[in-house]
Nanobody, 126 residues
Framework: QVKLVESGGGLVQAGGSLRVSCVAS????????AGWFRQAPGKEREFVAA????????GYADSVKGRFIISRDNDKNTLYLQMNSLKPEDTAVYYC???????????????????WGQGTQVTVSS
């Protein structure tokens, strides 16, 4: 059984930075692509960023491109999302997700991720 646990969320002022992390347990994290999604109150869950199994390929939503950076440390089974120049509209619960073992390519679709964390709240004040 795969378990993903996010941490690092919190309250930050607009223009500030925050890094959220996601630790995977139960299997070797390096065997699949992973990503971050977010869900704001009253809105559907949306794609934020994704990274291939090796970390060599990344993809971003237009709304965060140039401000957020996704990365991973497979030796530590950890996924990261560095968020810079934060805006109030970035306020949401952030979820990490992993694709099935052996699926190495990135995806922008939530239904193509098999494993999900419980989420961490990020609040950006204006």
């Amino acid at each position: 059984q795969v378990k993903l646990v996010e941490s690092g969320g919190g309250l930050v002022q607009a223009g500030g930075s925050l890094r959220v992390s996601c630790v995977a347990s139960g299997r070797t994290f390096s065997n699949s692509a992973a990503g971050w999604f977010r869900q704001a109150p009253g809105k559907e869950r949306e794609f934020v960023a994704a990274i291939s199994w090796s970390g060599s390929i990344t993809g971003y939503a237009d709304s965060v491109k140039g401000r957020f950076i996704i990365s991973r440390d497979n030796d530590k089974n950890t996924l990261y999302l560095q968020m810079n120049s934060l805006k109030p509209e970035d306020t949401a619960v952030y979820y990490c997700a992993a694709r099935r073992r052996g699926v190495y390519s990135i995806s922008y679709r939530a239904d193509e991720y098999a494993y999900w964390g419980q989420g961490t709240q990020v609040t950006v004040s204006s």
